[in-house]
Structure formats: C-alpha cells, structure tokens
C-alpha cells in the first residue's frame, strides 16, 4: 500500500492553470497520478494550454475549461465551472493562482476605482471560490483549496500599498475559512520573486525584467529567482497533507531575510 503517493486518482481543479505558477501545478499534479481540470479566462488560452499539456504528458487524464474570472457575474461563473468539472470525477483539490496585472502606485494615486480593480481578483475571486468549493467538494480533510498570496504581504515595498493590503488580507481569509469549511482544508500558498509570464503582462520589457532578476539573485540566499517548477511543490504538499491547514506555505528564495 502506497503511504505517500497521496494524489493518485485525485482530480485537481486548477483555476489559472493555463500559464505561469498554475501551469506547474498543472503538471506537478499529473506527475503525481492525479486528474487534471484546468481552467483559464478565455477558450483560446485554455484550448493551448491543454495541447501543449497533452503534448508533454500524452497519457495524462487533462481536460480544459474556460471560465473569465472578471465579470460580476463570476460566483455563478464558478460554480458552473465547478459543476462541469465534477461532472467527470468529484473534485478532490482546488488550486486558485488565477491573477491579473499587479497595479502599483504612489498613495497619491490611489482612487476608488483602482482600489476596486485590485481588490476583485485578490479578494472577491478568492473569497467566492470558497463559498463555491463548499458546495461541490466533499467534507473531508482529504479535500482542500489552495489560494495563492505574495511576499509582500510580510515584506513591504514603496509603490506597492494596495497589492501589500490584499495579499495581507488574503492571508487572514485563508485562516479564517479553514475554520468556516472545516474539515475542508484551506490554505495558501506565499511566494516571493517567480519567474512567470506575470511580470510582461504587467508591462515589464524582457530588459527590465532580466535587470530585476539579476539584482535580486545577487541578494537572495538561494542565489536565484524562484522557478515556477520550485514554487509548485509548495501547491503539491498542501494537497497531500491532510494535517495541513489555515497555514500560509512561503517559497520565497529567502528574501525575508535580508
């Protein structure tokens, strides 16, 4: 009897699976034996996602939704999302790394409006894809949800008020569901400088994104920007550990200690 293959068989919901941190976990969790429901904004981006997937895992059991995370209609997005894929196999695991741009700012720059558009993918999103995996996953510890926040939350950095605001407020919603859903498990994942394709879609050049990178490797223990396979681990274990939950597991490079 296998005692720490835990995810084979398992079926993984990973929303924001198509690219960057959501991808690896795509395939950290075939590689573990488990199904794999991926879902990201658009048709397009998910029917490329799957294929490249397939290509790299051709026995792998992967199949694709679509669901466009930001609309106001997006409880119902979810739990349509959720139903579809459980109509396959019941959910076991639920991974949230969906995320749009990071939008930084000056205090001075903050407006209402800016306020809300950060606030709809970092805490919105996150707090209805717990009231909408409490419908469709079982009751059990052998069950999670995994959200995702961000090394700002313990380390500060000028510009960046509103991303710190949500990341932190991300943390206390993870601890606070794991009590709502018990024994559901919900926990986080916490990390620090990744290389993903998040950082163009925020509007860094490939030179500017290479400057930062090369600055911050000379400063981290590790030596090295985190990969996207490295902080997938952290996704992996939160889904195998049944004793695990309400905490925030942080891959940071050792960045909190500098």
């Known amino acids: 009897m296998a005692k720490f293959n835990k995810l084979a068989g398992k079926h993984f919901l990973v929303i924001g699976g198509t690219k960057g941190i959501g991808r690896g976990v795509v395939a950290g969790a075939i590689e573990a034996g488990a199904r794999v429901t991926l879902s990201g904004s658009s048709p397009a981006s998910v029917a490329a996602a799957l294929a490249e997937v397939q290509a790299e895992y051709p026995s792998a059991r992967v199949s694709g939704l679509a669901c466009d995370l930001s609309k106001d209609t997006v409880e119902q997005d979810l739990d349509e999302l959720f139903a579809a894929a459980a109509a396959a196999q019941a959910i076991d695991h639920v991974v949230l790394t969906a995320a749009d741009p990071l939008l930084t700012m000056r205090v001075d720059e903050i407006t209402i409006d800016k306020v809300r558009r950060v606030a709809h993918m970092r ?132 960045h909190n200690l500098i």
């Open 123 to 254: 805490l919105a999103v996150p707090a209805l894809v717990g009231k909408v995996a409490a419908r469709h996953l079982r009751v059990s510890c052998e069950c999670s949800l995994t959200l995702s926040t961000g090394g700002i939350a313990d380390h500060p950095s000028p510009g960046w008020s509103l991303i710190a605001f949500m990341c932190a407020g991300l943390t206390g919603l993870t601890r606070n569901l794991a009590l709502d859903l018990k024994p559901l498990r919900v926990n986080a994942v916490e990390p620090g400088f990744v290389d993903t394709p998040l950082w163009e879609s925020t509007g860094f050049t490939a030179e500017q994104k290479n400057a930062v990178f090369d600055e911050w490797s000379k400063k981290l223990p590790t030596g090295h920007i985190g990969t996207v396979e490295e902080v997938a681990e952290a996704y992996i274990y939160l889904a195998k550990d049944s004793n695990a939950t309400g905490e925030i597991v942080k891959t940071r490079g050792g």
